[in-house]
């Protein structure tokens, strides 16, 4: 009997494929690029499994023209690159990595914070530009974090671990979700409709899965909501922000600046964003520090060893 293929359609780390090599024939990608949909479909051409991430369109079309394929593992928590809905319906299994990366994209959550809200950014290209020749009282003034208002929209994992943290700068926590948390699961922190998230906290995280309901939460409207000396994380996806209005509010100055790691259509970012002195910008790193990025490719790997073992995945998204 001929051995199961399973497609690697980004490079991992060098040993990421290894535990399924004696199981498996593995087919790695040549080069690190991401593959457009029309390359996935060559790339993936009878395999039986595919170790995907972010970027990696597993459209309907995509999974349609691969009739052998039975698992996408998602290397990343979010799937949105994968049309669920068309998997499940064709017997396709998709996995991701939750866990293993909650404490890092918080981490990096505060991170950003931090950087705009001191304005460490902006500030730091200035002074590598020489432009520093004195100390003055109002050199760079910045927003207190301690003792202010954070407001988290999406109030899962990820959202939580922003919480805890947030206990040890002495702030308000509020959240908005789908549903609210039940006591002893909401980090101490009160859920809110969004409308008044958005005109009451000082700042503002998003850390809500990307779908066509989340799809600009936050656009025009939403930003002459809050407070114009509010900072704007996005640790999420890109395109729930709408990028033009948001560089838009943060040139007019209705909120004071923005730190993202997720943008409509990285990696290709919006002018206009990269013109904003105010936005800290960083290269979708949320869950990217050594240990969580080799964790995450590991959970991908033991997810195809699961299935080609015959055992159910053990982070399988579609049960
Ligand atoms: C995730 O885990 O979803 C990260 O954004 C990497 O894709």
Redesign the pocket.
């Known amino acids: 009997m001929s051995r199961p293929v399973v497609a690697f359609t980004r490079q991992y780390f060098p040993d990421t494929a290894e535990p399924l090599a004696h199981r498996a024939d593995l087919r790695l990608s040549p080069a690190d690029e991401a593959l457009d949909a029309a390359g996935i479909v060559r790339h993936v051409a009878g395999c039986s499994a595919a170790v995907a991430?972010?970027g990696c369109p597993f459209t309907a079309s995509v999974i349609d023209q691969l009739p052998e394929l039975r698992l996408i593992a998602n290397v990343?928590?979010?799937y949105n690159n994968i049309d669920v809905a068309a998997a499940t319906r064709r017997g396709i299994m998709v996995t991701n990595?939750p866990d293993v990366?909650t404490e890092s994209t918080a981490d990096m959550a505060w991170a950003l914070l931090l950087a705009a809200g001191r304005r460490i950014g902006d500030s730091e290209r200035w002074l590598r530009d020489g432009q520093w020749n004195r100390w003055a009282i109002d050199l760079w003034l910045g927003a207190d974090l301690h003792g202010t208002t954070l407001g988290i929209v999406g109030m899962g994992r990820i959202g939580r671990a922003i919480a805890r943290r947030a206990k040890g700068f002495g702030m308000n926590v509020i959240y908005h979700n789908r549903r609210t948390l039940p006591a002893g699961e909401d980090e101490g922190a009160r859920w809110v409709d969004k409308a008044e998230l958005l005109s009451t906290a000082d700042h503002v995280i998003l850390v809500v899965p990307y779908s066509a309901e989340t799809h600009h939460i936050i656009g025009a409207e939403q930003l002459a909501a809050m407070k114009r000396t509010a900072v704007l994380v996005n640790i999420g996806r890109g395109g729930l922000v709408d990028d033009v209005a948001l560089a838009q509010a943060l040139k007019s100055g209705q909120i004071a600046s923005a730190g993202l790691d997720v943008f409509e259509n990285e990696p290709r970012i919006h002018p206009d964003l990269l013109a904003a002195p105010n936005a800290v910008l960083t290269p979708?790193i949320?869950?990217a520090t050594f240990r969580t990025r080799r964790a995450?490719c590991d959970l991908a790997v033991a997810n195809v060893a699961d299935w080609l073992d015959g055992k159910p995945p053990r982070t399988l998204v579609n049960k």
């Open positions: 991430t972010t990343g928590v979010g990595t990366l979708h949320g869950s995450m």
